[in-house]
């Protein structure tokens, strides 16, 4: 159980136009999901916390217009890339969780983004 | 906020030897310490957990020890095999009614056939 899936696995855009990527919770329901990114040889760095049928919680120094978040129901959330540049390059993932006894935060399998 | 340290940043062990990584958390509140482990280009996986009503958690070969006290955590692996080569992350659940994860900076473990 406990399976989230995310889509693209990886995608080239020119800079200038924008991308969405799909989070979905496939085996619970998840009011809360998150999303994260990734630099080269650096840890997970949370960007945002997405609520279902409200406004999303970015961390600080994330540009709440530049990376759209969008939580419609209660199995999917989109992360939708404005206006790509080179330096938005990188690898993005989200993760979710049913949160019972038995299952601890579940990771999609990411998405290698690179703006050329 | 939340401020999880992870030490050290690399480490190198010859196979069949013992791998100790190390973290420390700054709030006192937070009561689920998840480990993952992350090969190149794929997603974390969640190896194993502890809550802070235990103080100790062992699956086969890999083992987290917590001291709530000193506001640390432990990933202990014994047996070390070429194949537990990864980044391991630790993480802190903030609690208090959040939900999300600080991550610690990772730890590139490389275990030398």
């Known amino acids: 159980g406990a399976v989230v899936s995310q889509h693209p696995s990886r995608v080239i855009c020119k800079s200038g136009t924008s991308v969405k990527i799909e989070c979905r919770s496939l085996d619970f329901q998840a009011t809360t999901m998150f999303w994260y990114r990734q630099f080269p040889k650096q840890s997970l760095m949370l960007m945002a916390t997405s609520n279902e049928g409200s406004k999303a919680t970015y961390e600080q120094g994330v540009e709440k217009d530049k990376f759209l978040i969008n939580h419609a129901s209660l199995t999917l959330s989109t992360l939708t890339v404005t206006s790509a540049h080179p330096e938005d390059s990188s690898f993005y993932i989200c993760?979710?969780?049913?949160?019972?006894?038995?299952?601890?935060?579940?990771f999609g399998s990411g998405t290698r983004l690179t703006v050329v | 906020g939340e401020n999880v340290e992870q030490h050290p940043s690399t480490l190198s062990v010859q196979e069949g030897d013992s791998a100790v990584i190390k973290c420390t958390y700054s709030d006192s509140a937070s009561n689920y310490f998840p480990w993952y482990k992350q090969e190149l280009g794929k997603r974390p996986q969640l190896i194993i957990d502890?809550?802070?009503?235990?103080g100790e958690k062992k699956d086969q070969r890999i083992a987290v020890t917590l001291n709530k006290t000193a506001k640390h955590f432990s990933l202990h692996i014994t047996e070390t095999q070429p194949e537990d080569s990864a980044v391991y992350f630790c993480?802190?659940?903030?609690?208090?009614?959040?939900?999300?994860?600080?991550f610690g900076k990772g730890t590139k473990l490389s275990v030398i056939p």
């Open positions: 993760s979710a969780s049913p949160w019972t006894a038995n299952y601890g935060y579940t």
């Open positions: 993480a802190a659940h903030s609690g208090a009614g959040s939900y999300q994860l600080t």
């Open positions: 502890i809550r802070s009503n235990v």
